[in-house]
């Protein structure tokens, strides 16, 4: 297991990358399957599409397709057929109506994408996944991209 750990600009993080996955109420591995960036940020949250590869935490079951939003200030960064390790949670009250069941998790900076290869699923478990997290915090780096390899 690797990680890139492109620098990400910006602002002080408020949650570790080992907090985030305690804190998120769902952890998926997915495969992008589309995603709607045709409207610009002011219309609202992105939606994507994905099917679930893994299940690291929540009420998931592999192959299950679930639909998910993205906010606007994170821009466009889902891409039909990556990989993708997904920190999920449930939209407020505030924010319904909304879309979808999930939206991205966003107490991290949106700079911060998380990726896995195709090979690595096999080995991608929650107990695994927290050890990775682990290393890349305890390495002092800010990633941008973060690969599980």
Known sequence: MENDTTKAPGKQEQLTF???FEVAE???AVEILAANYSLC???GPMVATARVL?????PYAAEKQIRFEEGARGGGTYREGEYRILFLDKPTFSELPSTSQ???F???SPMFSFFIEK???PALSGKTFKSFLKEIQESGHQPGKVVFR
């Open 18 to 20: 080992e907090a985030l």
């Open 26 to 28: 769902a952890v998926v």
């Open 41 to 43: 940020a002011g219309d």
């Open 54 to 58: 893994k299940v690291l935490k929540g």
């Open 102 to 104: 999930w939206r991205i």
């Open 106 to 108: 966003w107490q991290r």
């Open 119 to 121: 090979d690595a699923l």
